[in-house]
């Protein structure tokens, strides 16, 4: 069975600081893996995509993948109180199905 | 301009009941899914549909029948609702099968009494 794990946390980061969610994932052909943002009783928001090993950045976010590791991060610079949010790790595999991880709670504290 | 819509918002019922959620989307999309996400917040597809056709069924029992009159709707009937059912019911679109960017609707939270 694929599976795709995250710490539930919470994560408690000041505000300023570097937000750092990990994510990793059991399935080996999996090819492309998203972050979505899902605020309090809201729809997850798709806001990182990554496709080859290395680092993608897009403003404050940057994404990491290690597929040796079976490893995926999300890295939030300069966190906001408005960050605070649980953040879904999802993989999609070639059945072309998106399977997601059970989230890390983020808690950004002013 | 909501992108995936879904009605109802919220559905409080009793067990045993038969109860229906509708999704609509004006992306212009051919391809439409059901999430259930429970109170631990993990969330799992039910069912994807391409163009009207069923594509994904994940080992839903099978009280739960979509049904997509075309392919901006999907809409999830769900027969003899139990005490686990209740959860946050997403619908959510994308482009075609093969494109992963998917776009959620706002919900359907499903309370079984």
């Known amino acids: 069975q694929k599976e795709v794990e995250q710490n539930s946390g919470p994560l408690s980061v000041p505000e300023g600081a570097i937000a750092s969610l990990n994510c990793t994932y059991s399935?080996?052909?999996?090819?492309?893996f998203f972050w979505y943002r899902q605020y309090s009783g809201k729809s997850p928001e798709l806001i990182m995509s990554?496709?080859?090993?290395g680092d993608k950045e897009d403003g404050r976010f940057t994404a990491q993948l290690n597929k040796a590791s079976q490893y995926v991060s999300l890295l939030i610079r300069d966190s906001q109180p408005s960050d605070s949010a649980t953040y879904l790790c999802?993989?999609?595999?070639?059945?072309?199905?998106?399977?997601f991880g059970g989230g890390t709670r983020l808690m950004v504290k002013p | 301009d909501t992108a995936v819509s879904q009605t109802p918002k919220y559905l409080v019922t009793q067990m045993g009941n038969d109860k229906s959620i509708k999704c609509e989307q004006n992306?212009?999309?051919?391809?439409m899914y059901w999430y259930k996400q429970d109170s631990k917040k993990f969330l799992k597809i039910m069912f994807s549909?391409?163009?009207?056709?069923?594509?994904i069924n994940e080992t839903v029992p099978n009280r739960f029948s979509p049904k997509s009159p075309d392919k901006a709707h999907l809409n999830l009937h769900i027969n003899s609702l139990e005490l686990g059912d209740s959860a946050v019911y997403f619908c959510?679109?994308?482009?075609?099968?093969?494109?992963?960017?998917?776009?959620f609707g706002p919900g359907t939270r499903l309370l079984v009494l």
């Open positions: 959510a679109s994308s482009q075609d099968l093969n494109l992963e960017t998917q776009y």
């Open positions: 399935d080996r052909v999996s090819q492309s």
């Open positions: 990554i496709y080859s090993n």
């Open positions: 999802a993989v999609w595999d070639a059945g072309n199905m998106l399977t």
């Open positions: 992306l212009g999309h051919d391809t």
């Open positions: 549909y391409n163009n009207k056709e069923l594509i």
